[in-house]
């Protein structure tokens, strides 16, 4: 046996917050990851926090609502990434999962004028909204300062982790797909364009048909998006990128002409249902914690601390 008590495979957000809860609360854990955290699909969230349409409901309520909770005590921190920030979520009415709506202050139906063109309704409220790169910075700074390591290591199956620990936390996102392996683990490509700011304060996303977003941070504007089941293509789509813009333009005309700065695409792990359960495994304790889909920033703190009860 080695010296650690956890490996987490996984150095996404998942994987980083689960080993982060482990480490502080006194384990030795080590992270394999087989793309370090600016490589994955983490790095590529828009990282709005929202606890869009993941399944289960009333449980992802709950683990949004802690998650919310641990970021917002990460504002004053400007290391971390983490600014509140106020927008509207269009089609989206007040009682649009309740714990979670109650848990945001002053959270209310956006008025005609808070509307952009062709929208009829819309929540309006105040979230965190992160810069990824910062973000997954800070918590592999988190992870250190609670004695955790991090190894770019890709596994196979869980035998090796099994020989070295004796819990194994799957952290891996689409990799479970093959790892575990489990078929209900999906992409869903999500393509984005990243911009200069022309002057935008306030986020707007509408989850229809067509995925539209705008997410502002100072210097520069994510916009999206895309939600393509089943497309495992990692190359930024030219047309695609385009027509991004055309509709984020409808929402701010000033963003036409903005001056872009950089495409990037993700492939979420979408799943039926989140899977947060735990396994024996040959004399080891596995547990996962993967299948977070849209919303894998948005639960993570919540994620990782149902996982950790489950050891
Ligand atoms: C365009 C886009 C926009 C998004 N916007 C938002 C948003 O606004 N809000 C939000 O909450 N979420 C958003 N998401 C979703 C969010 O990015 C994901 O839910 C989240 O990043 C999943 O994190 P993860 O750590 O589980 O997976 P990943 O970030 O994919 O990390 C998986 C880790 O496992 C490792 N791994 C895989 N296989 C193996 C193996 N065999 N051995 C060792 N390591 C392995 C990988 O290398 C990686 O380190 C967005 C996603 C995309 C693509």
Request: charged share 20%; glycine share 10%; net charge neutral.
């Amino acid at each position: 046996m080695s010296d650690a008590d956890v490996i987490v495979l996984g150095g996404g957000v998942t994987g980083l917050t689960t080993a982060i809860v482990l480490a502080e609360r006194g384990a030795r854990v080590r992270v394999w990851a087989k793309e370090l955290a600016a490589w994955t699909t983490s790095a590529v969230a828009g990282a709005l926090i929202w606890p869009y349409h993941i399944e289960p409901a009333d449980l992802v309520a709950a683990w949004a609502v802690r998650s919310l909770r641990e970021y917002q005590g990460l504002v004053h921190n400007p290391a971390a990434g983490v600014r509140l920030v106020t927008g509207v979520q269009a089609d989206t009415a007040p009682d649009f999962l309740p714990t979670w709506t109650a848990a945001l202050d002053g959270a209310r139906p956006a008025t005609p004028a808070e509307l952009p063109d062709g929208y009829t309704r819309g929540l309006r409220a105040t979230v965190p909204l992160l810069d990824m790169r910062l973000h997954l910075d800070y918590l592999m700074r988190r992870l250190a300062a609670a004695g955790g390591t991090i190894e770019e290591r890709a596994v196979a199956g869980f035998g090796a982790a099994a020989r070295m620990a004796p819990v194994i936390v799957n952290c891996t996102g689409l990799g479970s797909r093959t790892l575990v392996p489990d078929p209900a683990v999906r992409p869903v490509r999500g393509q984005v364009v990243v911009v200069e700011n022309p002057g935008l304060t306030e986020w707007f996303a509408h989850a229809g048909d067509q995925l539209t977003y705008v997410l502002p941070r100072p210097g520069y504007v994510i916009l999206g998006g895309t939600s393509q089941p089943g497309s495992w293509d990692l190359s930024p789509d030219p047309a695609i990128a385009r027509t991004i813009v055309a509709r984020c333009a409808r929402i701010h005309p000033a963003l036409a002409t903005a001056r872009v700065l950089e495409h990037r695409v993700g492939l979420r792990p979408a799943r039926s249902s989140v899977r947060v359960e735990r396994e024996k495994l040959d004399g080891a304790l596995l547990v996962h914690n993967y299948g977070h889909g849209g919303a894998g920033v948005t639960v993570a703190w919540g994620c990782a601390e149902a996982a950790a009860a489950l050891i």
